[in-house]
């Protein structure tokens, strides 16, 4: 059956998944999802011998349809190559009586990876399928990972050019030093004086302007996503839910069938999102544990029905979850409302007006998959503590805001899985100072030496050649800048 998606506002219909993945977001501003939720036969009595690729294959086959399967083999080999310094790609470890799937092991060392490896491969296979011989410009906001992930995946792709806008106090200097040293003739990264949502609302502005979407057309142009917003990012997501059960079963850790938890470190939703996905495919997923930090809007919303946005930002030492706006939710309030598209544009309208919506009763009911609790920073830096002291694992503070968030699901009685989204050594100082708080050094490769001192984790290759490596963009602008920055860059400013 063919995979047809529509825009979560209605103003956008019957569009096939090449085309979604080239666009990125609609052109009501609403986000693509399935018009029929496709169906998988997930058989892990097989599954669980397959490889990670061959499940990829399994998954993408059902939801981009109009690819052919040659087509996504070819995406999925380039993808998941050696690139990843493990051949499992992601590999789930037993940490005491729960377990971590690790999603960090790929260039950049963190769970974008996963999906930002393959979007380049889709993007440019999408664009010969519907004979777009317009430049694609990939514009995001950046709250720390996406950035870099992306640009790794699109730096010197033909026809070309990505733009990364991260806010210049909200990401780790590791993250920072990362995008800085990118390299690529197509890649251009700046840094705005804001906040990770004060960026994205930038972002989706330009894609909702009309005039801007024509002037770019004429000079063959158009724009598209590599946040999750766009579905070309979402769907590789499932797949490591699918394969992580697929696994746990190969590894006798489950029986086939058994529920399982997962608690996710959540921000843009996106990667929640993607295991409620897995779950209405037929994974045994039980509850999805949204976990927060103190930009805790998701763990508001979820216990009163009300989404604020409406309140102090804070940045914390899990920077990649310092949002808002968590964009991806729209897709979840599509599936709760009973894909009413209405529903969802008035509750997305409300949002941009008020800066907060209500659900009504009835729809909160379709949110009873879902768990939530937030972790502050001392929080997250005791969990961090407490797992090495007692396991000898060592997280990073996202992975530790999940940890922590399950710890306080004491109602619980299923295995859980613990999605560790990053590398501790993207974020060395935070993890350092949950062993040491008053531990001071030179520089922030000194963070990264004195992570190794106290835990002896193998320093990545990519870590250990980042501070020699010259820096390749050092602008900063206001966030108000950000459409004739975009102009310059592209050279559209007349």
Same mark, same amino acid.
């Given at each position: 059956?063919?995979?047809?998606?529509?825009?979560?506002?209605?103003?956008?219909?019957?569009?096939?998944?090449?085309?979604?993945?080239?666009?990125?977001? *609609?052109?009501?501003?609403?986000?693509?999802?399935?018009?029929? @939720?496709?169906?998988?036969?997930?058989?892990?009595?097989?599954?669980?011998?397959?490889?990670?690729?061959?499940?990829?294959?399994?998954?993408?086959?059902?939801?981009?349809?109009?690819?052919?399967?040659?087509?996504?083999?070819?995406?999925?080999?380039?993808?998941?190559?050696?690139?990843?310094?493990?051949?499992?790609?992601?590999?789930?470890?037993?940490?005491?009586?729960?377990?971590?799937?690790?999603?960090?092991?790929?260039?950049?060392?963190? @769970?974008?990876?996963?999906?930002?490896?393959?979007?380049?491969?889709?993007?440019?296979?999408?664009?010969?399928?519907?004979?777009?011989?317009?430049?694609?410009?990939?514009?995001?906001?950046?709250?720390?990972?996406?950035?870099?992930?992306?640009?790794?995946?699109?730096?010197?792709?033909?026809? /070309?050019?990505?733009?990364?806008?991260?806010?210049?106090?909200?990401?780790?200097?590791?993250?920072?030093?990362?995008?800085?040293?990118?390299?690529?003739?197509?890649?251009?990264?700046?840094?705005?004086?804001?906040?990770?949502?004060?960026?994205?609302?930038?972002?989706?502005?330009?894609?909702?302007?009309?005039?801007?979407?024509? /002037?770019?057309?004429?000079?063959?142009?158009?724009?598209?996503?590599?946040?999750?917003?766009?579905?070309?990012?979402?769907?590789?997501?499932?797949?490591?839910?699918?394969? *992580?059960?697929?696994?746990?079963?190969?590894? =006798?850790?489950?029986?086939?069938?058994?529920?399982?938890?997962?608690?996710?470190?959540?921000?843009?939703?996106?990667?929640?999102?993607?295991?409620?996905?897995?779950?209405?495919?037929?994974?045994?997923?039980?509850?999805?544990?949204?976990?927060?930090? =103190?930009?805790?809007?998701?763990?508001?919303?979820?216990?009163?029905?009300?989404?604020?946005?409406?309140?102090?930002?804070?940045?914390?030492?899990?920077?990649?979850?310092?949002?808002?706006?968590?964009?991806?939710?729209?897709?979840?309030?599509?599936?709760?409302?009973?894909?009413?598209?209405?529903?969802?544009?008035?509750?997305?309208?409300?949002?941009?007006?008020?800066?907060?919506?209500?659900?009504?009763?009835?729809?909160?009911?379709?949110?009873?998959?879902?768990?939530?609790?937030?972790?502050?920073?001392?929080?997250? =830096?005791?969990?961090?503590?407490?797992?090495?002291?007692?396991?000898?694992?060592?997280?990073?503070?996202?992975?530790?805001?999940?940890?922590?968030?399950?710890?306080?699901? /004491?109602?619980?009685?299923?295995?859980?899985?613990?999605?560790?989204?990053?590398?501790?050594?993207? @974020?060395?100082?935070?993890?350092?100072?949950?062993?040491?708080?008053?531990?001071?050094?030179?520089?922030?490769?000194?963070?990264?030496?004195?992570?190794?001192?106290?835990?002896?984790?193998?320093?990545?290759?990519?870590?250990?050649?980042?501070?020699?490596?010259?820096?390749?963009?050092?602008?900063?602008?206001?966030?108000?800048?950000?459409?004739?920055?975009?102009?310059?860059?592209?050279?559209?400013?007349?």
């Amino acid at each position: 059956m063919t995979t047809i998606y529509t825009s979560t506002r209605g103003g956008q219909q019957h569009v096939t998944a090449s085309q979604a993945i080239l666009q990125g977001l *609609a052109t009501d501003g609403g986000l693509f999802v399935p018009e029929h @939720f496709p169906q998988v036969n997930l058989d892990f009595e097989q599954l669980k011998g397959q490889s990670y690729q061959e499940i990829a294959l399994l998954i993408m086959k059902a939801f981009y349809s109009d690819f052919s399967e040659a087509e996504l083999k070819a995406c999925i080999k380039a993808a998941y190559d050696d690139k990843f310094d493990t051949d499992v790609i992601a590999p789930v470890k037993k940490v005491g009586t729960e377990y971590y799937l690790e999603l960090f092991h790929g260039p950049t060392l963190a @769970f974008k990876d996963m999906a930002l490896s393959i979007l380049p491969y889709l993007m440019t296979t999408a664009a010969k399928k519907n004979q777009s011989t317009n430049e694609l410009v990939i514009l995001t906001a950046t709250s720390g990972d996406t950035g870099k992930a992306a640009m790794e995946g699109f730096a010197d792709v033909e026809n /070309t050019k990505i733009i990364v806008f991260y806010p210049k106090e909200g990401v780790s200097k590791i993250q920072e030093q990362q995008m800085r040293t990118q390299k690529g003739d197509n890649t251009f990264v700046v840094a705005v004086e804001g906040n990770f949502d004060d960026a994205q609302t930038r972002v989706k502005e330009m894609f909702n302007d009309l005039a801007l979407r024509q /002037t770019l057309a004429s000079h063959q142009k158009q724009f598209s996503s590599a946040n999750s917003i766009n579905i070309g990012r979402l769907i590789p997501q499932v797949v490591y839910y699918v394969y *992580a059960y697929a696994q746990l079963i190969h590894q =006798q850790e489950l029986t086939n069938g058994q529920t399982l938890d997962v608690s996710v470190p959540t921000g843009n939703f996106g990667n929640i999102l993607a295991a409620y996905y897995a779950k209405k495919l037929g994974v045994p997923i039980g509850k999805l544990i949204c976990a927060s930090n =103190q930009n805790n809007v998701l763990t508001d919303f979820f216990t009163s029905g009300t989404y604020d946005r409406n309140r102090e930002f804070y940045v914390t030492s899990s920077p990649s979850m310092d949002i808002l706006i968590s964009s991806n939710l729209e897709r979840l309030l599509y599936e709760v409302s009973g894909q009413n598209t209405d529903t969802t544009s008035y509750l997305m309208e409300e949002l941009t007006t008020k800066g907060s919506y209500e659900l009504e009763v009835a729809l909160r009911e379709g949110l009873s998959d879902f768990l939530v609790a937030y972790a502050t920073d001392e929080q997250t =830096q005791l969990a961090i503590k407490q797992v090495f002291d007692r396991e000898g694992y060592v997280i990073d503070p996202h992975t530790a805001v999940a940890k922590h968030a399950l710890d306080q699901m /004491t109602q619980l009685s299923d295995p859980a899985l613990i999605v560790s989204t990053a590398s501790p050594y993207k @974020f060395p100082e935070s993890v350092v100072r949950a062993f040491d708080e008053v531990k001071h050094v030179e520089n922030e490769f000194g963070w990264v030496t004195a992570l190794y001192e106290e835990t002896k984790l193998t320093v990545p290759p990519a870590v250990k050649t980042l501070f020699e490596s010259p820096i390749l963009h050092d602008r900063t602008i206001p966030v108000d800048e950000m459409l004739p920055c975009v102009k310059e860059i592209l050279n559209i400013n007349e």
